[in-house]
């Protein structure tokens, strides 16, 4: 079965220090890996998205994640939080077949920045 | 560009009562999209278009549940009978064809009471 899992539900983490959300995906074939973020009473927002290419892709606000094939997992990641980050965060996989597409999201997980 | 609208944003209704919602993607995205999110649980597939042709409809999505896109332009989402279990926060989003990012709306979330 094709699937997204967010192992946490909720990371903690002070202000200033490197964060890291983590996914892990099972599907077949090459997957398209997204990050959406959704803050309090507005709807989520992309971050960021690895198609093909580099391993290491770039979003908004500072974020960026690493895909691993062989761990199958698609990390979320940046190197000084701000408690504006504070969100609840979604990473997402599309996948396809035969005659269409879908995409999968995980359960996501809640970061709480302190100051 | 003005981004995804919803409409109503909120809606309360008694079991047994039929409610639409309104989706107003971003004008030049072909593709629009219906998810539903419940607390604690990412958003889950309901269906999709493409233009004004619906290509996948989630085998979780009873026959009480219609959508429509007609002029290829905005959707509604009907429900029918609706059950308690139907209480949610229902997702619109679009896309262009050819880029794979989903622009979404604020939600409508549904109170079936």
């Known amino acids: 079965a094709q699937s997204v899992a967010q192992p946490e539900d909720q990371v903690n983490v002070a202000e200033g220090n490197p964060l890291t959300v983590k996914c892990t995906y099972s599907?077949?074939?090459?997957?398209?890996l997204f990050w959406y973020v959704q803050y309090p009473n507005r709807g989520l927002q992309f971050l960021l998205k690895?198609?093909?290419?580099?391993?290491l892709v770039k979003g908004s606000y500072g974020f960026e994640a690493e895909f691993n094939k062989s761990q199958t997992s698609f990390h979320l990641k940046k190197p000084s939080a701000l408690v504006s980050d504070s969100a609840l965060y979604f990473c997402?996989?599309?996948?396809?077949?035969?005659?269409?597409?879908?995409?999968?999201f995980g359960a996501g997980t809640r970061l709480f920045v302190k100051a | 560009d003005t981004g995804v609208s919803q409409n109503p944003r909120h809606k309360i209704t008694k079991r047994g009562q039929n409610v639409t919602f309104r989706c107003d993607p971003i004008?030049?995205?072909?593709?629009l999209y219906w998810y539903r999110q419940t607390l604690g649980q990412g958003p889950e597939f309901l269906t999709y278009?493409?233009?004004?042709?619906?290509?996948?409809k989630s085998r979780l999505l009873s026959d009480r549940f219609s959508a429509e896109r007609p002029k290829g332009s905005f959707s509604t989402l009907e429900i029918q009978r609706t059950e308690q279990g139907d209480s949610a926060m229902y997702l619109c989003?679009?896309?262009?064809?050819?880029?794979?990012?989903?622009?979404f709306g604020p939600g409508t979330r549904l109170t079936v009471t």
């Open positions: 997402a996989v599309r996948t396809t077949y035969t005659g269409g597409f879908k995409t999968i």
């Open positions: 690895y198609i093909t290419g580099d391993n």
């Open positions: 989003a679009s896309s262009l064809e050819d880029t794979y990012e989903q622009y």
């Open positions: 278009f493409q233009n004004e042709a619906q290509l996948e």
């Open positions: 004008s030049e995205h072909n593709r």
């Open positions: 599907v077949s074939g090459n997957p398209y």
